[in-house]
């Protein structure tokens, strides 16, 4: 059997599960040699919060047979929580970093062209956490001597549901010219050109956009008209 069930299930992973789940779901359901984290009729639904390319064989495997739903959590609200060596909170802060749906295309950059697959969805869970952190010298030196211990939901404020290359268009912020590039995409979003590349790739490679040409700049793509 494949996969991990319940035993080493983290936090933010088990809650997320519990959120989401409905009257008649099923959950940890062995399936075709994999253990699924909810079944929900016909249709197949895994908490991912991290590491898409993990899932490849569970795609390979299942994906032609059963509708699959992954579900994402992006924390736009993130609170660091920092413990002594006994376990007590001993310091809590915002973190002035704020994710946006967008940065799902970080994992959905392994392989794009699954929203082109009419079995695969995408649920991005938008959501408040806090990133507990532990002491330990020894791995923790580019942390002030903590490292990420786990993440645990505050809370789900929205969810984007992506069913096709074109939901991903709703990444895109307002202001954009026809005629963009990574540049322009990562202005307009304030975020990262590396990230902005990311997006550009999942909605050329998804279908949801089409390549212009090229110019110094780099690559030009043009809005769907």
């Given at each position: ?7 080493n ?14 009257s ?16 929900r009729?016909e ?14 064989r ?42 946006i ?29 806090d ?12 942390r ?13 404020l929205?969810?984007?549901n ?56 780099g ?5 769907p008209?």
């Amino acid at each position: 059997m494949h996969d991990i069930g319940t035993l080493n299930e983290k936090p933010l992973h088990a809650s997320l599960k519990e959120w989401y789940r409905v009257s008649g779901d099923r959950v940890e359901v062995p399936t075709d040699g994999f253990v699924v984290d909810i079944v929900r009729g016909e249709m197949l639904v895994e908490i991912q919060t991290k590491g898409f390319s993990s899932m490849r064989r569970k795609f390979d495997y299942l994906l032609d047979s059963y509708p699959m739903r992954i579900v994402h959590p992006i924390a736009v609200i993130k609170w660091i929580v920092k413990l002594d060596s006994d376990g007590k909170e001993i310091s809590r802060r915002r973190s002035p970093k704020t994710g946006i749906a967008a940065d799902v295309c970080a994992e959905l950059v392994s392989f794009p062209s699954l929203l082109s697959h009419p079995n695969f969805s995408l649920d991005v869970a938008l959501i408040e956490e806090d990133e507990v952190r532990k002491p330990d010298v020894k791995k923790g030196r580019r942390r002030g001597g903590y490292v990420i211990d786990e993440r645990r939901l505050v809370d789900v404020l929205e969810t984007i549901n992506i069913h096709s290359p074109k939901d991903l268009l709703t990444f895109l912020p307002s202001g954009l010219p026809a005629v963009f590039t990574s540049k322009d995409l990562a202005d307009c979003m304030g975020r990262t050109r590396h990230l902005a590349q990311e997006v550009g790739y999942c909605l050329r490679v998804s279908g949801a956009i089409q390549i212009k040409g090229r110019d110094k700049r780099g690559i030009l793509y043009q809005l769907p008209g």
